[in-house]
T-cell receptor
Framework: SQQGEEDPQALSIQEGENATMNCSYKTSINNLQWYRQNSGRGLVHLIL?????REKHSGRLRVTLDTSKKSSSLLITASRAADTASYFCATDWPRGTSGSRLTFGEGTQLTVNP | DADVTQTPRNRITKTGKRIMLECSQT?????MYWYRQDPGLGLRLIYYSFDVKDINKGEISDGYSVSRQAQAKFSLSLESAIPNQTALYFC????????????????FGPGTRLTVL
């Protein structure tokens, strides 16, 4: 399966600390995306990193991509209680004439304690 | 995202009933998707449609069917609901890309919580 695998499954930290989540995948990709899901709600796109990029920033988010290791990490700096959510990586990989589409991992549940 | 709406938001039904979940979008996107999410699991793709005349099965299409009535509407049907179809169902849309390196971001609806008794 191409499905991305996040690690850890769950992470609990104190407000102000940094949170790092990792994602591994199995085949070549067009891009890798990170999404956030608040409990019971729809997913919200956070950031996309293309296969030819190594690092990308967006506010307090920093994403890295290592295509040689087929892995990505999401770093949230100076975490806040409002960052509590599940975070999913999604790989966009080519599928021949069917075009590309996303495959989601199982997610990391992040809890930021006030 | 208010641009992608799903109805109903919650539904409780009995085994054997036919259920339809509806999705509408105002983003003008060609691509639409149906996913299900089970507790502690990621999203699994049920069906997807890259335009009105294009319907494709995803990873777990058995027991489901879809209809793309228009660019803005994509409905999911459970022909005869069973308890293991109890899940959170999400519709998503994307603009689609051309070329080898895709940048296709998906926009999700708020979800429909379906319980099959």
């Amino acid at each position: 399966s191409q499905q991305g695998e996040e690690d850890p499954q769950a992470l609990s930290i104190q407000e102000g600390e940094n949170a790092t989540m990792n994602c591994s995948y199995k085949t070549s990709i067009n891009n890798l995306q990170w999404y956030r899901q608040n409990s019971g709600r729809g997913l919200v796109h956070l950031i996309l990193i293309r296969s030819n990029e190594r690092e990308k920033h967006s506010g307090r988010l920093r994403v890295t991509l290592d295509t040689s290791k087929k892995s990505s990490s999401l770093l949230i700096t100076a975490s806040r209680a409002a960052d509590t959510a599940s975070y999913f990586c999604a790989t966009d990989w080519p599928r021949g004439t069917s075009g590309s589409r996303l495959t989601f991992g199982e997610g990391t549940q992040l809890t930021v304690n006030p | 995202d208010a641009d992608v709406t799903q109805t109903p938001r919650n539904r409780i039904t009995k085994t054997g009933k036919r259920i339809m979940l509806e999705c509408s979008q105002t983003k003008g996107h060609d691509r639409m998707y149906w996913y299900r999410q089970d507790p502690g699991l990621g999203l699994r793709l049920i069906y997807y449609s890259f335009d009105v005349k294009d319907i494709n099965k995803g990873e777990i299409s058995d027991g489901y069917s879809v209809s793309r009535q228009a660019q803005a509407k994509f409905s999911l049907s459970l022909e005869s609901a069973i308890p293991n179809q109890t899940a959170l169902y999400f519709c998503a849309t994307s603009a689609g890309t051309s070329g080898i390196v895709g940048t296709d971001t998906q926009y999700f609806g708020p979800g429909t919580r379906l319980t099959v008794l």
